[in-house]
């Protein structure tokens, strides 16, 4: 595993689990091979109804609390100051922790400078250990950023090969916030796995087009949190620290970008 280090100190996988639609005894066993074979950060949200299915899978996992970046995110029924404060406790209660290592607002609400608020004052209490944003464009950030104290450290975004947001990623970095994926491989809407350009690059160095793809966003400074619940390709999904890809195979790769979401977003 690789990690970065946040804009306040904090250091964060720079590849974790996704659990969107994981639920369950299911998913609580995917959840504790995601750590067996070496995964340190999970991304959960109180979207996803699965909190507590998280913390169980953390606390059978037996490994130390403080080896696992727990991300979680308030959705809309938390928007408001007071709301969100409670949202915080919340995840708190059934994670079943003393502490989250990132919380993020969900979705840019009208209310999120009031639920921020609330969120920077957990992270003063030490009760959240960063802060950060979902879906947020550069144009929602710098509202907020107009009216925050705290910097956020992450903004998660829709971000693959076919539209990995370069400009916005590199307009985040001026700013300290790093950028982190949750849909690297499209969540199905493109046959990612057999793109040629994805799979020739892969091929030059024995890995698979999944990995190529992963690895074209870490190297452009974009973490990742791919899904899957096959021990195969979590193994396979981890494996994209070993080998770089070069400038001609990133260029190959860039041209793919339609400039468009996948998921309608923006």
Known sequence: MEYTTLNNGVRMPLLGYGTWEVRGEEGCRCIRQALEVGYRLLDTARMYGNEEMVGRAVRQS?????????TTK??????????????????????????????????????????????????DAGRIRAIGVSNFDQAALERLLACCRVTPAVDQIESHVYHPRLELQKWLAARGIRMQSWAPFTEGRRDIFAQPELVQAGAAHRKTAAQAALRYLVQNGIGVIPKTVHRQRMEENLAIFDFTLTEQEMERIRALDGGQSLFGWY
């Not at 037996?62 to 727990?70: A, C, D, K, M």
């Not at 709301?83 to 079943?96: I, M, P």
């Open 74 to 123: 308030l959705y809309r029924p938390s928007a408001s100051y007071e709301k969100a404060r409670q949202g915080v406790e919340d995840s708190l209660r059934a994670l079943g922790v003393d502490y989250i290592d990132l919380v993020l607002i969900h979705e840019p609400y009208p209310e999120a400078p009031a639920m921020y608020r609330a969120l920077e004052e957990a992270y």
């Open 62 to 70: 037996g490994l130390p609390r403080e080896e696992i970046f727990l």
